[in-house]
């Protein structure tokens, strides 16, 4: 199986369409988006072409291959416009042998952890910033943001497939793998 990992939209129309590009020229089985869909937040300046109901059509029009978790800036009015569910505040997913346990990061993160089991892949938006961290129990995974990269990171996005994590910019280029096995 192949996914594509995003988070942290925050209602730009200009980077979920280029998401939308690469989901397209991707072809993942599933987009799992790690919440911050639609709300920039108070922290955040007002992303390119913030333009919420676009991102809304954008989404909507591939519902039935999105798996959502809830952000920190998403709310329940959210799920009146949209054909996805936004309102777990985390998932497991179980791929290739694999456990993936998927939350936003404003609750669960590294520093404060969900039950985990010895070797699930712990996957986390919210902060904008990239990471790959191989602890002794989990291995963390930090995806960064489609359209609010921080700390001089790209805007990015994550794809999985057959053991390897691979971390791409918008365009679709590979600036990192890690095998997860």
């Not at 991707?26 to 790690?34: A, F, I, N, S």
């Not at 913030?50 to 959502?68: D, F, G, M, Q, T």
């Not at 990061?105 to 520093?111: A, I, L, R, V």
Request: a negative charge.
């Amino acid at each position: 199986m192949k996914l594509m990992i995003a988070s942290d939209i925050h209602g730009s129309a200009y980077y979920c369409e280029k998401l939308i590009n690469a989901y397209n020229k991707e072809k993942p089985d599933k987009l799992v988006l790690l919440g911050d869909i639609l709300y920039h937040g108070p922290r955040n300046d007002l992303p390119k072409d913030y333009a919420p109901k676009r991102v809304i059509e954008l989404l909507n029009a591939i519902s039935e291959h999105i798996i959502c978790i809830r952000g920190n800036c998403d709310t329940e009015v959210d799920q009146m416009v949209l054909n996805i569910s936004v309102l777990s505040e985390s998932v497991y997913l179980f791929v290739d042998g694999i456990t993936f346990f998927a939350a936003h990061g404003h609750n669960y993160n590294e520093h404060s952890l969900p039950k985990l089991s010895k070797g699930t892949v712990f996957l986390n938006g919210h902060t904008h910033v990239p990471v790959y961290r191989k602890h002794d129990e989990y291995i963390y995974i930090n995806c960064g943001s489609v359209s609010i990269p921080k700390e001089n990171s790209e805007h990015t996005y994550l794809i999985y497939e057959n053991g390897v994590i691979h971390f791409k910019n918008l365009s679709g280029e590979v600036y990192d793998s890690r095998s997860i096995k």
